[in-house]
């Protein structure tokens, strides 16, 4: 089992910073990856950014250039750092972690983008 805990949403205005926090707990070990999905009323859950266990990046075309994802293996934390955010930013963000047998979500945590 892995338990995921997000931090950091928040009201922002548009051109605006924040940073989400994901601390992992339980079966880290088993871990392959982990990422940021967002969801935005009436429309499916998108993958944001996401991390290999090995350091490989990917992040939406949407937020290339604004967001950046870290991880600091020390504190079993993943991040995002959001910045120049816009109104189209304003989704639930959830943490996500794979492992070979599971996937696993985070409670999620309101991002509001005011314009």
């Known amino acids: 089992q892995v338990q995921l805990v997000e931090s950091g949403g928040g009201l922002v205005q548009a051109g605006g910073s924040l940073r989400l926090s994901c601390a992992a707990s339980?079966?880290?070990?088993?871990?392959?990856?982990m990422g940021w999905y967002r969801q935005a009323p009436g429309k499916q859950r998108e993958l944001v950014a996401g991390?290999?266990?090995?350091?490989?990046?990917n992040y939406a075309d949407s937020v290339k250039g604004r967001f950046t994802i870290a991880r600091d293996n020390a504190k079993n934390t993943v991040y995002l750092q959001m910045y120049s955010l816009k109104p189209e930013d304003t989704a639930v963000y959830y943490c996500?972690?794979?492992?070979?047998?599971?996937?696993?979500w985070g409670q999620g945590t309101q991002v509001t983008v005011s314009s």
């Open positions: 991390i290999s266990s090995g350091g490989s990046i």
């Open positions: 996500h972690a794979r492992t070979p047998s599971l996937d696993y």
């Open positions: 339980g079966s880290i070990w088993s871990i392959a990856s």
